[in-house]
């Protein structure tokens, strides 16, 4: 958390935009708006709440991010080390507790580079890294006093609970993994009412009313075509990461080696192929192509098994623990080199006004941006849209010098403070100059994004802003077409610059 807290600037080199989106989520919860209510979006409160609390802890500025992100660590660590050491011994408990907290904190996502600094889709690291914790109760039997097994239910019960308001997808797989858990895992039967109780509380506060907003948003997202149901896709996926997909396959088939010998139930290699299964799942609904964390538990279930073993087998356990310890060092290396990226600022832009005060971005410009202002603007509607490049994407440097122009635009003296709405991905703008963000929209918008009415989306909004150069230009021209008419009628244009088209409602009487 030092590591990632020292440095004076938040860094960001990579999906800039996503990063931005969760200070807008966050910014529309401070501004007392309801998620699901005030504004839409698939994921949970849970994935911008560390966020709000970040602002209230140092301001609202890049670093609240960070800050959430230790907090999720922290939850992380306590939750990890309440299973842990009840299962394991010191050191594989110790590797298990650091596996956890250090994936929650990472500033590059699983599967990707480890110095791509990213921030975006931070969910999915809180996820992968919690669920982690989850498997482990459920399926590696504790060692001590069975007077301790409530403990475990009420972790598994936060746990399952933060699912649901994290991320769909996690909460399926918890509750996969726990009726998986009901037939392999004998410690999870021992107290079946207990664990009953706490299932269908958990899913009957999933169906509730005050649910029912979130769960809409969750189907509008479904039936706009966020789900990844393509089976060649994920079998793509699962081969081109042939060498790590081959160490889960050789876990499943060492397992039943184990129950073909007779030296395991065959609990043990349905419980191994059923979390392999369900972690392959969570995958294929995550915008990263390889990568298992939660699977890594494994390992720590085969590790338990054969050191209970008296016999030379049990000798061999430790060997098993590398897996884990390379998704330590993988965290731990990721970490430490944003530490020392972030301390050189001398080949970084550095956002120095505006809530994005801070935020600093590699300099690299590809020079589109230049090379398309140097074009004849179009001036009607379904034109602007025909400007965009679809399939160049803009660097870090180039998304903020986009933003920066806007700001600058909407913040020069002329323009009263007002609702904004941008026909892109993310609308950065109410963070950016501490506005109130406006109601009805998506928080994010792209490809596989439900197209909201227009009475919904523009409802209080002053200004519109159309980018020239789209994050996702696909959206931005379905969204010009689909809005021309309520867009031509209430919002004239009243400027354009080198990256944007404001339009601008006239002054209410």
């Known amino acids: 958390m030092w590591a990632m807290l020292s440095p004076s600037i938040v860094l960001s080199n990579d999906m800039t935009w996503d990063f931005v989106y969760n200070l807008s989520g966050a910014w529309h919860l401070w501004n007392g708006q309801a998620e699901h209510v005030d504004f839409h979006d698939p994921l949970g409160l849970l994935s911008f709440l560390p966020t709000l609390l970040g602002f209230d802890l140092v301001g609202l500025t890049p670093h609240a991010f960070l800050v959430g992100a230790c907090l999720i660590a922290m939850v992380a660590f306590v939750s990890a080390t309440l299973a842990a050491m009840r299962r394991l011994p010191l050191l594989p408990a110790v590797l298990f507790v650091v596996f956890v907290s250090l994936l929650a904190l990472r500033p590059a996502n699983v599967g990707e580079s ?3 600094y990213t921030f975006a889709m931070s969910y999915n690291r809180y996820g992968w890294s919690l669920l982690a914790v989850l498997t482990l109760i459920l399926f590696v039997p504790p060692r001590d006093d069975r007077r301790l097994d409530l403990l475990d239910t009420a972790v598994a019960g936060l746990l399952l609970t933060t699912f649901f308001y994290l991320k769909i997808t996690y909460f399926a797989a918890g509750i996969a993994l726990a009726a998986l858990a009901a037939v392999t895992s004998p410690h999870v039967r021992r107290r079946p009412v207990v664990t009953a109780i706490m299932v269908a509380l958990i899913l009957l506060n999933a169906v509730a009313p005050w649910n029912h907003a979130y769960l809409a948003d969750i189907l509008d997202a479904v039936r706009a075509g966020a789900v990844r149901s393509k089976l060649t896709f994920h ?23 184990l129950w073909w ?23 294929s609904q995550n915008h990263q192509t390889h990568g298992l964390p939660a699977a890594i538990v494994v390992a720590f279930l085969l590790y338990d098994h054969l050191s209970r073993r008296g016999d030379a087998m049990a000798s061999a356990a430790p060997v098993l623990m590398i897996f884990p310890l390379f998704v330590v060092s993988a965290s731990a290396v990721s970490i430490w080199a944003y530490h020392t990226r972030a301390g050189d600022e001398s080949d970084l832009q550095i956002v120095a006004r505006t809530n994005l005060k801070g935020l600093a971005v590699p300099i690299d410009r590809s020079g589109l941006l230049d090379a398309f202002a140097s074009g004849k603007p179009s001036h009607a509607l379904l034109n602007w849209s025909r400007a965009l490049q679809p399939h160049v994407e803009l660097t870090a440097t180039e998304y903020v010098d986009t933003i920066m122009e806007a700001a600058d635009l909407l913040a020069d003296g002329k323009h009263r403070p007002g609702g904004i709405v941008v026909l892109d991905q993310v609308n950065p703008f109410p963070f950016m ?9 998506n928080l994010w918008s792209a490809t596989g994004a439900p197209l909201r009415p227009a009475s919904e989306v523009f409802g209080d909004a002053d200004y519109v802003l159309i980018p020239k150069f789209s994050t996702d230009a696909a959206w931005t021209e379905r969204a010009a077409k689909a809005y021309t008419d309520h867009l031509s009628k209430h919002y004239p244009k009243v400027e354009d610059t080198r990256s944007w088209s404001l339009l601008s409602r006239p002054p209410r009487p």
């Open 114 to 116: 480890l110095t791509s």
């Open 235 to 257: 079998v793509n996926n699962f081969f081109t990461n042939g060498e790590g997909s081959a160490a889960y396959v050789a876990a499943v088939l060492f397992s039943a080696w």
């Open 261 to 283: 010998r007779g030296l395991a139930s065959i609990r043990l290699p349905i419980a191994v192929a059923g979390i392999l299964v369900v972690a392959l799942f969570v995958l």
């Open 433 to 441: 100059l501490g506005w109130v963000p406006p109601r009805g929209g």
